[in-house]
């Protein structure tokens, strides 16, 4: 298989959040290489995915609007929307994009807690 990528991804091992529709649902997945245009990554169940998705990484601290490219069992690759410099992200767009990201992860252990209460 040709790698048409325009840049090189590196290996990564880092837990993600996919947030698959305007309701809130969510998904998590592992994403297992990564550039600055996108990122292979690994869902538990693959056939639920829409075409384009927000893919969260806790420990890169970013969020990244995300289109499907291509699937292959339950891996994924993902093209992220690339940002203009004229589209511009207020200090208070990337605190309310941050909360967002607090929230999930405090209402998935709060999940995790009563499940083994």
């Known amino acids: 298989m040709q790698d048409r990528r ?10 993600a959040v996919a947030e698959i529709n305007e309701r809130g649902s ?3 997945c592992v994403v297992r290489n990564i550039s600055e245009g996108g990122a292979c990554v690994e869902f538990g169940n ?3 995915l ?5 893919l969260n990484i806790a420990r890169k601290g970013r969020s990244f609007l ?3 490219i291509w699937r292959q069992a339950n891996r994924v690759g993902l093209a992220f929307r690339i940002m203009t410099s004229d589209t511009p992200v207020s200090d208070l767009d990337e605190r309310v994009r941050r909360s ?3 929230k999930r992860q405090l209402q998935r252990r709060i999940k995790e807690l009563l499940g083994q209460g």
């Open 46 to 48: 693959a056939a639920r």
């Open 6 to 15: 325009q840049t090189p991804r590196d290996k990564v091992f880092y837990g």
């Open 100 to 102: 967002e990201i607090k």
């Open 26 to 28: 969510t998904m998590d």
């Open 50 to 54: 829409p075409e384009e998705m927000n």
């Open 66 to 68: 995300a289109r499907l």
